[in-house]
């Protein structure tokens, strides 16, 4: 049975092409229809795959394809397009595919009006094919492949309107940010590289499992590499400060790329690496510790945004740092299930504002909106669904997968678990009470911009948010049990040390406690006592501006990094090297070309006469040198000299 | 004169050192005249020299090539006075002077 795994990537590819080449000339219909069709058919060789994959009409699992041509052969060194599907990467590829059509979907309706509708669906579709490609990889030059091609298609999507200064400004930072974890990434492939002599996932983990008391050292650096990689996409502390200010990109963008599959592309890479963490006690300590931290500090500033993208940037930030508090207590399944729900609601929230943001003709400000809930039912009943199921109430989507995760800290059976645990259980507190701020500032009590008239959205837009809303709502029925046997020959199996039945029930009911909670202080924060917040505010002007202004990190690392790293470059590379060395020696080659001139161009006078004598000099010389038998003068000359000196 | 002085063969060096000195004569010719005229004629002096050595080794070494090639640059020597000439008569209705050393710009 072929499964026909390279179709997966390169349809979407096909899409991009036709609409990058010809889109500016093609009716809008056409471009949409491509936009949607090659995205689609892609799906549909998934679905076929996973269909295969189910029956078992796969002859095994992982199920690789390898490109035939091959692509790097030096040495003992093979690298190929290989394709490999496993659970893993057939989880994620539903998860791309799939919401990436919905979403492809979506823009039609959103984008509709907007100028350089071709080049959107082209680099939507570009996105799609480096996504895919980065998923299904086998290898981790490949992965890499995909990971720059997200990173570019990104970039490209968050710079979409580039005529805006900030939004240029956020791809560039997007960018530069990531290539920080690039880095990490390549070193991690170098390392690799010397100490396996493989990219290959599938061998990695072979000798890894043949020497199973090779921990620590090398395959520590190794994997905390990675993790810097995985920092960077997966907008992890210290470097998730990109993720809010893309959402400058238009919304189905944030939502696709920023919120439901790129920025998961981290956590994929720690699952799809996972023995390396697991041979690795520290780096998995780090992740944890790096997860956890991120997930409250990120909930902690979602508290006061205004910008109702931003508010969901940080939670996607905040869900993020859940997944690799996962992952970093070897949960790979909880993490890759929370992936997955993630996926489904963020992308329903990101695409439910989006809907907000069109009907309120632009307006991003959470204190403009209000009383939505009548002029937008579907969006309002929708968004409801979202919110419940990223508070992780019963029994919507992100419950389950929450409550996974934060069972497989607390079974960890040590303090530092527990710790964890109670840092994730704030962060469900403050994320319940963002989003319902969220929830109750738009769509609830009276509107506060009289002037604006919001309508509700197409149904192209609105059909997607109802898919999407029965997924958030059943996604998460699987069960982790279910779902952690069907992804352990992918991820391996970690046995929790201290859990128990009975212990889920109860951190299952205190989560859901803890949910309610946020949600019933949101609503007497906003509902009931509406001047409670400002007077909050007011009472510790301090601790708000802090949240208010992110902790001032982008104002740190522009006074600690960005801004001696412009004086290095203007001092060191611009005047020294640049003006100095480069532009010395240019301006010496110049100089040697101008002298050498001045004294050539005599030569070439244009008096006959000269050149007439230079003529009949160069022909003696010539004569000279073909008449004299300089082989036989030369060596006689010099034995006469030598002769002359001897005696 | 009598007749056996006639029959005598002149040696080959005479002919050979008589070439040399016609091409050197056109060739200083070529270096020291002003006139343009006379430098041209200096070069036709120079094929000229150069034809005499080509005769010579042929009448030496019975071969007809030798004297072939007399015709040949007897004939891009004619072709060259024709366009030289020309040329002369172009650049001295332009600037009214053959004098070479005055005649040093491509430019009018």
């Keep these: 049975m072929n499964a026909h795994l390279w179709l997966i990537p390169l349809l979407p590819f096909a899409g ?25 058919a892609s799906f549909a060789v998934v679905a076929v795959a996973a269909v295969n994959f189910f029956t078992g009409a796969l002859p095994h699992i992982p199920y690789v394809e390898t490109c035939p041509l091959g692509w790097i052969n030096a040495g003992t060194l093979h690298i190929g397009f290989s394709f490999a599907l496993d659970q893993l990467s057939l989880v994620m590829l539903l998860v791309v595919t799939g919401i990436g059509f919905l979403i492809h979907v979506y823009s039609v309706g959103y984008m509709a009006h907007e100028e350089g509708y071709w080049r959107f669906f082209a680099y939507l579709n570009l996105f799609l094919f480096f996504m895919t490609v980065l998923v299904l990889s086998a290898n981790a030059l490949l992965m890499f492949v995909g990971w720059e091609g997200v990173g570019l298609a990104s970039y490209l999507l968050i710079g979409f309107y580039f005529k805006k200064t900030s939004a240029a400004d956020a791809g560039k930072k997007a960018f530069i940010v990531n290539r920080i974890g690039d ?63 893309a959402m400058e990109g238009p919304t189905p963008v944030s939502a696709l790329i920023h919120a439901a599959t790129m920025v998961t592309a981290g956590v994929y890479m720690v699952a799809r690496t996972h023995v390396l963490f697991d041979h690795s006690p520290f780096a998995l300590g780090v992740v944890a510790v790096i997860g956890a931290a991120t997930a409250i500090f990120a909930a902690t500033i979602g508290l006061v945004q205004n910008d109702i993208k931003r508010v969901l940037a940080y939670s996607t930030v905040s869900q993020l740092g859940y997944m690799f508090l996962g992952c970093g207590v070897a949960a790979y399944s909880a993490s890759i299930f929370h992936l997955m729900t993630h996926a489904f609601f963020k992308a329903l929230l990101f695409l439910a504002a989006g809907s907000v943001i069109h009907g309120m003709g632009g307006e991003q400000d959470l204190r403009k909106m209000g009383g939505l809930r009548k002029k937008m039912p579907v969006t309002f009943i929708v968004t409801t669904i979202g919110v419940l199921a990223i508070a992780g109430i019963f029994p919507f989507a992100g419950f389950f997968s929450k409550d996974a995760i934060l069972y497989a800290a607390f079974a960890q059976g040590t303090t530092a678990g527990i710790v964890l645990w109670f840092v994730g259980l704030v962060t469900a507190l403050l994320t319940s009470f963002y989003m319902f701020r969220l929830w109750y500032l738009t769509f609830m009590g009276e509107p506060r911009s009289p002037e604006v008239h919001p309508h509700e959205s197409p149904w192209s837009m609105l059909g997607p948010l109802v898919i999407l809303a029965a997924l958030s709502v059943c996604g998460g029925w699987i069960g982790i049990e279910r779902f952690s046997e069907f992804l352990t020959p992918a991820v391996g199996f970690h046995p929790l040390a201290g859990g128990s039945e009975r ?100 030569w070439q006078s244009g008096n006959l006469r000269s050149y007439a004598a230079w003529l009949a000099a160069g022909a003696a010389a010539v004569l000279l040198f073909v008449l004299v038998q300089w082989t036989a003068v030369w060596p006689n000359t010099l034995n006469f000299i030598l002769n002359v000196a001897g005696h | ?28 010719g070529f270096l020291i005249k002003r006139n343009l005229i006379t430098v041209f004629m200096s070069i036709e002096l120079m094929l000229n020299a150069v034809n005499l050595s080509f005769v010579t080794f042929a009448h030496q070494w019975g071969a007809v090539k030798g004297q072939i090639f007399v015709f040949f640059v007897m004939m891009v020597a004619a072709a060259e006075a024709a366009v030289g000439l020309a040329i002369i008569i172009a650049v001295f209705r332009a600037r009214a002077t053959l004098a070479v050393d005055r005649i040093d710009l491509m430019k009018l």
């Design chain 1, 16 to 40: 991009f092409l036709l609409n990058g080449i010809l889109g500016s000339r093609l009716p809008k219909a056409l471009v949409s229809t491509i936009a949607l069709l090659f995205p689609l």
């Design chain 2, 1 to 28: 004169m009598n007749a056996a002085l006639l029959q005598q063969d002149v040696p080959l060096n005479w002919y050979l050192l008589l070439s040399a000195a016609l091409f050197c004569l056109g060739v200083i």
């Design chain 1, 503 to 602: 212990l889920e029930l109860i951190l299952s009911i205190v989560a859901v406690l803890v949910a309610l909670e946020g949600w019933a202080i949101a609503d007497m924060f906003y509902r009931r006592k509406p001047q409670r917040p400002a007077q909050y505010a007011a009472a510790v002007p301090g601790g708000y501006n802090l949240l208010l202004n992110k902790y001032f990190v982008d104002e740190i690392y522009a006074a600690i990094i960005v801004r001696p790293l412009l004086a290095i470059s203007k001092v060191v590379l611009g005047w020294v090297v640049d003006a100095g060395i480069l532009g010395g020696a240019a301006w010496l080659l110049g100089g040697i070309a101008l002298f050498a001139g001045a004294i050539l161009q005599r």
């Design chain 1, 183 to 245: 880095f990490g990434f390549l070193i991690a492939m170098f390392l690799l590289l010397a100490n396996f002599g493989t990219l290959t996932f599938s061998e990695i983990s072979n000798q890894l499992a043949s020497n199973p008391g090779w921990t620590g050292g090398v395959i520590t650096v190794i994997a905390l590499c990675l993790m810097l990689g995985a920092d960077g996409k997966s907008a992890q502390i210290p470097l998730y400060i990109w993720l809010p200010d």
